[in-house]
Structures are given as C-alpha cells and as structure tokens.
C-alpha cells in the first residue's frame, strides 16, 4: 500500500473508445485522469485499457449502456466490485489479483454491468466493522490528509449492495453479455470458485447468494448460452503505448543464519519493487511499460533471480568503533519471455549503521532502497524486441 505515492502520480495516456465487431481499439487522445473524477483520483484509482475495453464490448446494444462512464481500479487489498450511481464500475485489485485471465476478469465486469443493463435499483447496508476495516485500509495506505468526503464516497459505495435476487440475475446475466462477444463461458465457473477458495475477507461474496446456488445458476446459463456464443474478442491495446513487462521478482530463500530476517527483507522488497520499476520507466527513455501480476495475463513475463551469497556486518574502517557496515554480495540474473539471460552478475548491496542501531531495523527500512535499484539493473538491461 506504500506504493500509491508512486502509482497516483503516474499515469498512462488513454483515450476514446471505438468498437467494432468484436474488436476493441483506443484512439490515445487524452489523459486517464481527465476522465477519473477528483475524489477517486485522491486516493488512488486508475484506468486500464484492457478493463474499459472488456465493458465497451459487453455493453454494446445494450440498454443503459450510455450510463456506463469507465472502469476504475482501486488499490486496495480488499476484493470488491460495484458500480457507482454516476456509471463507473470500480473494482479492487484486492479481487483482479485473485482471478486467472481476460476471461475471468470479464465474468466480474460482466457481473456488474448487469446490475446496470438491468436497472437494478440499490440498497444500502451498514456493518460498522466491515466498514471500519476499510476506513483503516486506505487510511494505512494513503493517509490521513485525503481521508474525509472522498473516504466516506469510497465507504458508502462499497456498503451499497444489491438483493440476493437481482444477485441471481446477474449472475445468468453476465454469462449472456460474456457470450455475444465470445468470451470463453466457463470462466465464469473458475472464477467463482476461485473467489470462493482465495480465503481473506471477499466483500464481493458478502450479499451474494451461496457459492453452490451461484455455480448452479452459472451454469444453467452456460448450457443456455453455449450455443451462441460468437468468436473469441480481439482487444488491442493503444497504438502507441509500449511492449508491457511483468517481472518476476524471485528472491531466493538464504539457508544462513539470518535466514528470517531475509526472508521479511526479501517480502519488504517485493512490496516496493513494482512502484520503483514504474518511477524508472518513466523517468527514462527505456521503451517498455511495467505491468502489476494481475495484468501478466497479457504482457511478456520476464524473471529477476536475486541469489544471496554473503550476509556480512563488518566494521567501518577508518571510522572507528562507532560505525558498522552491512553488507550483501548476490548474483543478479534477468532473463526474458523466451528463458534467455539478459544479464547475469555479482552485485554488492551496503548500508553503514551505529553500533547501537538495530539491525533489524536498518535491514528493514533499506528496502525501498533495494527494490530503486532492482528495477534500475531491469531498465539498463531492457533489450528492445
């Protein structure tokens, strides 16, 4: 969550939409966060090219569909999804980080423009402890200066839900809409069980009907649907926009002594690894754009093997005896989508400390430090395709 410094002030440029015959296409003419209303953009929300592009091909010929604004992707761990009363369908990466594909993610999307194509009115629930563990979410994650108007929007809209009814007919619903423009139907199966397996809070599932009664009336609407079901979408991204990346940041486990405390290092990393890849690609002229795992679905995967060889804390020379040094010798190893090593090589990671400095606390509070330059040795090895 401490990367959403870094995620609200980098956007990438989206534009208007012009569909076709089970086509999506964008014309890149102005920025996404013209198009996101101020009290989403405070705490975070973006756009994806490939979320607004699933909803413009769902929502084609379908009644409502011109109350249909964008999607917006919150970053919150929280898996949610619900459409807002001005027409944006908000969804959390909380719930994209817990589905498996294009597919999938179209099933959520699906499931929720039916409450619009339908003209399903809203109810609103209040549970004090649901709502408050929101509250602390993104006031951990964001602080406390934008909590206020924009938090309680946030809070009012996630309570909001539909009855189990309407529920059930979504469900049917969204297998239909999944259908006309060929997504595949019995992926709206393994999402829900995959929902149902994930474990952790899903306010998703909250107000649903049981998770049985849901995959009975999926798949129902498979067998009804099946038949009709037309050519698999083609969905492009913005002609302009870069080759997408994902890395895969493997820091392998260290059988020595301070084994737990790289391990909590190695996670620490890991939380920061993907906002300081995105600083460096924007910030240099290094052709290709970082994407989160939920988006792997659609980028090359490339792999970062970091290998710990020595964990050292040493005196500083010449410095007396009241500083130290920690220091990390590894191999670092970036391979590409087809296995081949783009670079392979030693590197050197060190921090000097007080003799009364905690350790612990020093190794902590380097990673973000770790992880900047991490995805600088990503961007200085980036070959063009």
């Known amino acids: 969550m401490r990367a959403f410094a870094v995620a609200v002030l980098v ?54 569909a011109e109350r249909f604004k964008d999607v917006l992707v919150l970053p919150l761990r929280e898996a949610n999804a619900f459409i807002t009363s001005d027409g944006y369908l908000v969804i959390t ?5 817990q589905l498996n594909g294009r597919d999938e993610i ?35 994650g964001l602080g406390t200066s934008v909590v206020g108007t924009g938090l309680q929007l ?12 309407r529920e059930r007919e979504a469900d049917a619903e969204a297998v239909r809409l999944m259908a006309k423009v060929g997504f595949d139907l019995n992926a709206a199966r393994r999402a829900l069980e995959r929902l149902s397996e994930g474990g952790g809070f899903l ?17 129902k609407s498979i067998r009804r649907w099946n038949s009709a079901v037309s050519e698999p979408p083609k969905i492009e991204p913005p002609p302009s926009q870069p080759p997408e990346v994902y890395v895969d940041l493997q820091m392998l486990p260290w059988s ?16 920061w690894f993907w906002s300081s890849l995105l600083e460096v690609a924007q910030q240099s002229s290094f052709p290709f754009r970082p994407v989160k795992r ?30 130290r040094i920690w220091e990390l010798r590894m191999n670092w190893q970036l391979q590409n989508e087809k296995g081949e090593i783009l670079r392979d090589e030693e590197q050197r990671f060190s921090i000097t400390l007080t003799k009364n400095e905690d350790v612990r606390s020093v190794v902590m509070k380097s990673a973000p430090l770790f992880a900047q330059r991490l995805a600088k040795f990503v961007a200085q090895n980036y070959s063009k395709p």
């Open 11 to 64: 956007l990438v440029s989206f534009g208007h939409w012009s569909v076709g015959q089970g086509q999506a296409q964008l014309d890149n003419q102005h920025s996404p966060s013209a198009s996101i209303p101020p009290e989403w953009q405070s705490w975070g929300a973006e756009t994806d090219w490939e979320l607004t592009a699933i909803a413009h091909l769902l929502l084609r010929g379908e009644p409502n």
């Open 93 to 97: 990466e909380g719930l994209l980080e």
């Open 106 to 140: 179209a099933f959520v999307i699906a499931h929720e423009l039916a409450h619009l194509v339908k003209g399903h009115p809203r109810n609103l629930e209040t549970d004090p402890t649901r709502l408050e563990r929101i509250r602390t979410e993104v006031e951990r």
């Open 154 to 165: 946030l809070v009012n809209a996630i309570a909001s839900y539909y009855s189990r009814e």
């Open 203 to 219: 306010s998703w599932f909250r107000s649903h009907p049981f998770i049985n009664e849901r995959l009975e009336i999926v798949g």
């Open 256 to 271: 020595g002594r301070e084994r737990n405390l790289w391990r909590e290092f190695s996670e620490e990393v890991a939380k």
């Open 294 to 323: 939920w988006q792997r679905h659609r980028a090359k995967t490339w792999t970062l093997k970091v290998t710990l060889n020595s964990w050292q804390i040493l005196p500083l020379e010449l410095a007396g005896d009241e500083w």
